[in-house]
């Protein structure tokens, strides 16, 4: 025990002044990390999660519907990917709801939230292979972060919605659930004019249960 001692004494005279200043950045790190998260929680803005939202109109309503819910990092598996997704959902606008990504990049992103959603529905994929009775439609995903309206949270959100229901949308604004979805159908008549301007901010899926 005294050899322990010594050790851990002796290791501390030649670096204490390393340790002291690893525990000061550590304690710097928690402070900064800490009154980020107090800011983020107070604004409401949860811009490290992804949100996978299902957009349909079911018998004159518009419908909205989380597919799934992650950390960034557990969709884009990169910090460098993680942050520019944070820094990009920070700057949309009301005129432009999807992320101001590079058009060289935008696929890369996309296609991480892709692997994502198939993977839920992996099953029909298998079932189709099978032979055995699936529904197959083609959807949308687009990323935006929506800053105008009425929002109760604001995060990155993964636009899915059916190719052929952005391709026509209804002229009208549908019935909806909550106020506050009016955000949602201007965003989604936003996406209809940019799918034509802007394709690279789109990737479509097959969807398969």
Not at 60 to 89: P, Q
Request: with cysteine; hydrophobic share 40%.
């Amino acid at each position: 025990m005294e050899q322990i001692l010594e050790a851990i004494t002796e290791w501390l005279h030649d670096n204490w002044i390393k340790f002291l200043t690893g525990l000061f950045i550590m304690a710097v790190g928690w402070f900064f990390g800490q009154r980020r998260a107090r800011a983020s929680w107070k604004k409401k803005e949860f811009l490290d999660r992804l949100n996978v939202s299902l957009n349909s109109i079911d018998d004159g309503t518009l419908l909205i519907r989380t597919v799934l819910e992650k950390s960034c990092k557990d969709v884009f598996l990169n910090d460098v990917a993680v942050a520019a997704i944070r820094d990009s959902s920070g700057n949309t606008s009301e005129g432009d709801p999807t992320l101001p990504l590079p058009e060289s990049e935008y696929w890369y992103y996309l296609n991480s939230v892709l692997n994502e959603v198939a993977e839920q529905f992996s099953e029909g994929q298998l079932r189709r292979d099978m032979g055995l009775p699936v529904t197959v439609r083609r959807y949308l995903i687009c990323l935006t972060s929506e800053c105008a309206g009425e929002l109760k949270t604001r995060k990155v959100r993964a636009m899915l919605i059916q190719s052929t229901l952005l391709d026509a949308l209804p002229e009208e604004q549908p019935k909806l659930e909550n106020p506050h979805h009016t955000t949602r159908w201007d965003t989604l008549q936003k996406l209809a004019k940019l799918r034509k301007s802007s394709p690279y901010r789109f990737l479509e899926i097959e969807i398969c249960i």
